[in-house]
């Protein structure tokens, strides 16, 4: 099993910037790629970014250029920063862990309430 505490959230002006914490514990080793997902309301879950073991990022149109996803291995903590936050911004963000050999994220957190005003 692998737990996933996200934390981080809140209210912030358009332009401004956040960043959310997500820490991992437990079957860890297991992990090969960590992402964070949001879901705004009335639309679907999407994948904002994504960071693998071997360092490989990859990121959603929207937000290239704007967020950063990285770790911190000796915490097993993955962030994302997110600068320039924009109304469109706004939604539940969600880490997730996808195991090694799995072609889905199936760890989740309970999910982090980010509102950006305009």
């Known amino acids: 099993q692998v737990q996933l505490v996200e934390s981080g959230g809140g209210l912030v002006q358009a332009g401004g910037s956040l960043r959310l914490s997500c820490a991992a514990s437990?079957?860890?080793?297991?992990?090969?790629?960590m992402g964070w997902y949001r879901r705004a309301p009335g639309k679907q879950r999407e994948l904002v970014a994504a960071?693998?073991?071997?360092?490989?990022?990859n990121y959603a149109d929207s937000v290239k250029g704007r967020f950063t996803i990285s770790r911190e291995t000796a915490k097993n903590t993955v962030y994302i920063q997110m600068n320039d936050l924009k109304p469109e911004d706004t939604a539940v963000y969600f880490c997730?862990?996808?195991?090694?050999?799995?072609?889905?994220?199936?760890?989740w957190g309970q999910g982090t309430q980010v509102t950006v005003s305009s």
């Open positions: 960071i693998a073991t071997d360092g490989n990022t």
């Open positions: 997730a862990a996808r195991r090694i050999g799995l072609p889905n994220y199936d760890y």
């Open positions: 437990g079957s860890i080793f297991k992990i090969k790629t």
